[in-house]
């Protein structure tokens, strides 16, 4: 029975093989004739594996065969992400050249810059041989002129239709359009903003457009505008290029596109998706068109522009990254990286049972064949004992992986260098071999070695850090390949591996190098402005105090005005230098708070009085507050210091309207202060940048552009944000918004009370001391020329007695019949803290009103625990200082006392 089988069997292959020959010398003997092979070059923007390229090549080659048309296809990549414009001109006028001997029937050209830079590189083929392009997103017309040998299509940026697209999936308030400084990058920018003033007007009342230029931004702002972007904004971009997707993979909002470039099969450009063709589509119609044209159908003369056929397109794997809902997508959208099982899941349940039922029917067999495959794999792992001793003499270790018992194989040197534990063989397993690699690294090996089993064709490297017993990391680099063979499950892995540690040593030392080199230009820019802020009010200063003394034939009314600006300049460099020491604080870290009950309508009622007298007269000063008043606990300097910046700049730039200043509370229970102006307004481009340290909107406009950085930095000491909203020629407003608290929110009689008011029984009686016909001064003042500055202020009045130190102060007092002092903080022998100290343990009432040179509010603080009943600050203002003297001593009421 079982010959009778053989016989039948051996009888039908013997039928089967005569058949076969027969057909051959049939096909072979035959005439026909030869069917015509179109020479088709198609040139690509991008490197040659780009992840869209490989769809882009389907739709060429469905689009040939579709037609029916026997063609012969020449890819060429351009890559152009690496090249200058000059460079693609003279590498495709080479290609050209190179074509002669075989010249194309048709060239196919795909995106932007390969089309634009075929078409201008002026070799003859660009006029006497048909030329198709597609992909095009900013196509320039001019080119084409004089060209009747080119058509192609086009890819329609449609703004609108996008903005639509993401507000169907999230919430859309900011719309952030990323571009950059390149010809494609301007072009789109203008296009962007052609779309955008054709939108309907609800657009422009519901979105806020902004450009982003990455490469033009510092790095830091840029990563963090990208990751700590807020819930309602989203980013467009008008072209791709391959940093993008560094950006836009670690932000937590989606990016668009406008054109179909940077996403695609196992591509993970960072663009959740758009409206335009896909890949696919483009090299389709390219080729369509092109079949057209070489059978005839259509002349290339004729043909014109066309746009692709455009659709919804996505990115299954940036949906999964921002856990969006595939349901919330329009049903006519495709979707790139999609895994077979979404899209086919009803068939692969059913084709996993079936392949179940076939695994229980073949498990036999399979162990048979496991058996088998075991030997081979004993064998050949004998044969590569030998090549690890070509190694022996260097320092480069040979291994082995095998993927079916997860076991690694290494010369035995290895583990002395990495001082692995060698036990009894030179095997380890995955999981042991991934605990003594650094955790940051294990996933990434773990990556391409899955990559390297899945495309055995090629070949892979990475770096990693590998523990030894001293719990160290040891950087190490290994390059492998796969080893395929037709018994095996899953192809082994061969490679060797070196210690690199040397070299990550080295370029550590170049980082900080680096690092160093840019702290000292940093720090010589802030010199150099630092230098320009202080020259330019000093210049003023020096140049006119030299004209008032050389000068006798100044008038009256020229001299006014010359005092008045040295006093302008004066206070200018006076506060760059207060800018400057609470910058050097803010960047020691050494700031310190002290938080007390504040009264925000007082403290805004004294800093429109402090500003009334430098605004102009058309500009008037308003004060908002709300009906029920708020107290809350701040440090009261320093917000008076964030305040009075806000308020000085809105008096520099407002010359008519209005100046409103004010606080309100909302119901997230904030106390927010503003400054808003009807001033010049900033540009929204710079809003971004205007906290940056010596930002200036108006480069000719004085100031040391350190106040609104200072501003920033104090408010998020204090817990709070401060934000600005303006247009250009409308104004600006700037607010400040600090949380609220139980103990803020409780209302305390005795804190409304104005603490800046003296109160009458602390304010010391003049008629204390009337032994002598004027009252008595006693000045304490180690500099000469500042005792004399404040002689000639005070005038021939009292009678003024000096103290050279605090010691000196004392004994005076002591000796001396005294109705009020003036005493400077910082003296020799004993300074004047201490000597206030000594006195107010002889006098409690005596006025004692300390000065400074010092620029810190904690100096006030330490004043007033110790006892003065008032502060003034160098460079003295006369007029203060006359008001402060006339708040203790009432000259008037002296004399009739006296007479």
Same mark, same amino acid.
């Given at each position: ?44 923007? $991008? ?113 609108? !239709? ?35 003033? =054709? ?39 008008? /072209? ?12 937590? /909002? ?43 159908? !259509? ?30 997508? @329009? ?7 999609? @895994?077979?099982?979404?899209? $086919? ?7 996993? +049972? ?29 044969? =590569? ?119 990550? =040593? ?28 202080? /020259?330019?009010?000093?210049? +003023? ?60 309508? +007082? ?6 009085? =402090? ?17 029920? @008043? ?58 971004? +940048? ?59 009689? !005795? ?149």
């Amino acid at each position: 029975m079982a010959k009778k089988k053989k016989i039948i069997l051996l009888t039908t292959l013997v039928a089967v093989v005569m058949t076969t020959v027969i057909g051959v010398l049939v096909f072979l003997l035959n005439p026909r004739d030869k069917e015509q092979i179109y020479k088709i070059l198609v040139i690509h923007s $991008y490197k040659e594996g780009y992840s869209w390229g490989e769809e882009i090549n389907k739709g060429i080659s469905t689009g040939f065969s579709k037609n029916h048309l026997n063609v012969s296809l020449k890819h060429f990549y351009l890559n152009c992400e690496q090249l200058n414009a000059k460079s693609e001109l003279a590498i495709l006028y080479k290609l050209l050249e190179e074509q002669k001997e075989n010249k194309p029937d048709l060239i196919l050209v795909e995106d932007d810059q390969a089309t634009f830079s075929l078409i201008t590189c002026e070799h003859p083929f660009t006029k006497n041989i048909p030329i198709i392009f597609a992909g095009v997103s900013y196509l320039n017309y001019d080119i084409l002129i004089g060209h009747n040998n080119i058509t192609g299509f086009e890819c329609k940026k449609e703004l609108q !239709k996008c903005i639509d697209l993401a507000r169907s999936i999230s919430s859309v308030k900011y719309i952030n359009v990323v571009i950059d400084s390149t010809i494609l990058g301007k072009a789109s920018q203008k296009e962007i903003i052609e779309q955008w003033k =054709q939108l309907p007007a609800s657009y422009k009342t519901d979105y806020k457009l902004r450009f982003i230029s990455p490469r033009d931004t510092r790095t830091f702002n840029v990563l963090f505008q990208f990751r700590y972007a807020q819930n309602d904004e989203i980013f467009i971009l008008p /072209r791709w290029d391959f940093t993008t997707s560094l950006f836009s993979n670690i932000s937590n /909002r989606p990016f668009y596109s406008l054109c179909n470039e940077g996403i695609g099969k196992n591509m993970n450009g960072g663009i959740l998706g758009g409206i335009f063709p896909t890949s696919f589509q483009q090299g389709y119609d390219g080729a369509c068109l092109a079949a057209d044209i070489l059978l005839k159908k !259509k002349v290339i003369t004729h043909v014109p522009l066309q746009y692709h056929a455009s659709k919804p397109v996505y990115d299954w794997l940036q949906i999964k990254r921002l856990d969006l809902s595939p349901s919330s997508f @329009p049903p006519e959208s495709y979707f790139y990286n999609m @895994p077979a099982f979404e899209k $086919y899941k009803t068939v692969i349940i059913i084709i996993s +049972v079936i392949v179940a039922i076939l695994l229980l029917t073949a498990c036999y067999m399979l162990i048979r064949e496991y058996i088998k495959k075991k030997r081979i794999q004993e064998q050949l792992f004998s044969n =590569q004992q030998l090549l690890y001793q070509v190694f022996h003499a260097i320092n480069f270790y040979p291994w082995l992986y095998d993927p079916n018992n997860e076991i690694f194989s290494f010369d035995k040197r290895f583990f002395s260098g990495t001082d692995i534990p060698f036990i009894k063989s030179p095997q380890i397993g995955k999981e042991e071999i991934l605990q003594r690699i650094h955790p940051d690294d294990r996933e990434n090996i773990n990556a391409q070695i899955r990559n390297s089993i899945k495309h055995p064709e090629k070949r892979g490297e990475c770096e990693f850090r590998i523990g030894n017993r001293n719990d160290k990391f040891e950087w190490w680099k290994i390059a492998f390949s796969a080893i395929t063979t037709s018994s095996e499950k899953a192809p082994r892995i061969c490679g060797i591996c070196f210690s690199i540690e040397e070299v990550k =040593q080295h370029e550590k030392e170049l980082i900080i190098a680096k690092d160093m080199a840019a702290q000292a230009e940093l720090k010589q820019s802030f010199l150099a402005n630092i230098s320009h802020e202080i /020259r330019t009010p000093l210049n +003023v200063i020096v140049g006119f105090t030299n004209l008032l003394t050389d000068n006798d034939d100044i008038t009256d009314e020229e001299r006014h005005e010359i005092i008045q600006t040295i006093n302008k300049n004066c206070e200018t460099l006076l506060k760059l230098i207060n800018d400057i020491l609470e910058l050097s604080l803010l960047e020691s870290g050494k700031i310190e708070l002290q938080k007390e009950f504040c009264n925000p309508h +007082v403290l805004l009622s004294r800093l429109i009085e =402090q500003f009334e007298s430098q605004k102009t007269e058309n500009v008037k000063f308003k004060l908002s507050t709300p009906i029920h @008043p708020v107290i809350f606990k701040t440090d009261e300097i320093r917000l008076k210091n964030i305040l009075s910046n806000l308020i000085h700049n809105a008096v520099k730039f407002t010359h008519e309207g209005t100046i409103t200043i004010g606080y309100k509370t909302n119901e997230n229970k904030e106390i927010i202060f503003f400054v808003q102006d009807t001033g010049c307004g900033i540009c929204e481009k710079k809003l971004l +940048v205007i906290f940056d340290h010596f930002y200036k909107e108006d480069e000719f406009t004085q100031g040391s552009g350190l106040g609104l950085s200072i501003s920033a930095r104090i408010t998020k000491l204090l817990n709070g944000v401060i934000k600005v909203d303006s247009q250009k020629d409308k104004g600006s407003c700037f607010s400040i918004i600090f949380p609220l608290t139980k103990e803020d929110k409780a209302e305390n009689p !005795k804190i409304f009370m104005d603490t800046y008011s003296p109160k009458p029984e602390n304010v010391p009686k003049a008629d204390r001391y009337n032994n002598f016909q004027k009252p008595c001064l006693l000045i304490a003042e180690d500099i000469e020329s500042n005792f004399l500055l404040l002689q000639t202020i005070i005038g021939n009045k009292y009678n003024i007695i000096w103290a050279k130190n605090g010691k000196e102060a004392v004994d005076l007092f002591k000796s001396e019949t005294v109705n009020m002092i003036l005493m400077d903080i910082k003296m020799p022998e004993m300074n004047g803290i201490e000597a206030l100290k000594e006195i107010r343990k002889i006098s409690s009432d005596i006025p004692i009103v300390m000065q400074t040179a010092h620029a810190f509010d904690r100096d006030r603080e330490i004043a007033e625990k110790a006892g003065c009943n008032g502060f003034i600050t160098k460079p003295i203002n006369p007029q203060i200082l006359r008001d402060m003297i006339n708040r203790f001593i009432n000259i008037d009421s002296y004399k009739r006392t006296n007479n």
